[in-house]
């Protein structure tokens, strides 16, 4: 399991878990629901279209890209599908 933040242009993966931030309040809850609302979910296979390693990350969910932050990616963990 790896931080899809980390993954490079072509490859895919499935997403394994989507950690919550750490602390008070519920930054961690929103930050949860704002990935699920943009369709990234436990199960779901992803491929990256873009990490420059500066900037957004865009990935495609199906026929869908979106474009997310390296933050939330770093919260994203991930397992590699040859």
């Known amino acids: ?3 899809l933040g980390i993954l490079s242009k072509g490859e895919c993966a499935e997403i394994v878990e989507i950690k919550r931030e750490k ?3 519920h ?4 930050q949860l629901c704002h990935a699920e609302d ?3 979910r436990v ?3 992803i491929e990256i279209l873009n990490n420059e ?3 957004p990350i865009l990935l495609k969910i199906g026929e869908v890209r ?3 932050g390296r933050g939330i990616a770093m919260k994203i ?3 590699r599908i040859d």
């Open 1 to 3: 399991m790896l931080p």
């Open 23 to 25: 602390g008070y309040g």
């Open 27 to 30: 930054e961690g809850k929103n």
């Open 38 to 40: 943009m369709g990234l």
């Open 43 to 45: 199960g779901k296979i």
């Open 53 to 55: 390693g500066r900037g």
């Open 66 to 68: 979106i474009a997310i």
């Open 77 to 79: 963990m991930v397992r």
